[in-house]
């Protein structure tokens, strides 16, 4: 799939088919996110592959944000003692979540370019996920994404198109 056709096509999938996704599947897509691109090369992310049912269960439980039935998750997690050893204040309170961004891009896409449907899920308690996932102290999940089979892909949201600007704020460009 050309990397356009990616960006375009793909979209947050919150309908899926009641069928598993392969571990090898799943594992190529954290071999995505790794290769994101993150702060003075930190790598300071840990993903947490969920595909258990009940454990799945566990985590939707405290996420209103994850909606359907996915059969797998992936929580992008850092490490944020790591994060502020290798970048301070600004590794811990900047590049970490930048970079949990970058990787969970990477996620979206590579998933959209193999027929996967995602959904990237904010909206969950930290500190409920944490302790399901068993993270040891310090590490943070920053983004769930929900994984599978689409039983539904929603039409494209309208998106702004009033957002450049050339050379300065308000500028058109000139010619
Ligand atoms: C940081 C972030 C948090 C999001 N959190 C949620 C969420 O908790 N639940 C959800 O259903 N969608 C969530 N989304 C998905 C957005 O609603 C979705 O990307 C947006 O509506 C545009 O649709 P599209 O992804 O199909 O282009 C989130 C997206 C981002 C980037």
Redesign the pocket.
Known sequence: MEVWEAIRG?????SFQDRPVERGLLERLVEAAIWAPSGGNAQTWHFVVVTDPEQLQRVKTV?????GDPPAAIAVCQDMNEARRKGGELGAKFLAPVDA?MA?QNI?LAAHDLGLGT??????HKGAVARILGLPEGVEPV??VSVGWPARV?P??P?KKDVISWERYGNEPST
């Open positions: 793909r979209r947050s999938v919150r996420s209103p944000g994850m909606l961004a969970t979206l959904c990237v899920i904010a909206s969950f983004l769930l929603p494209p949201p998106r």
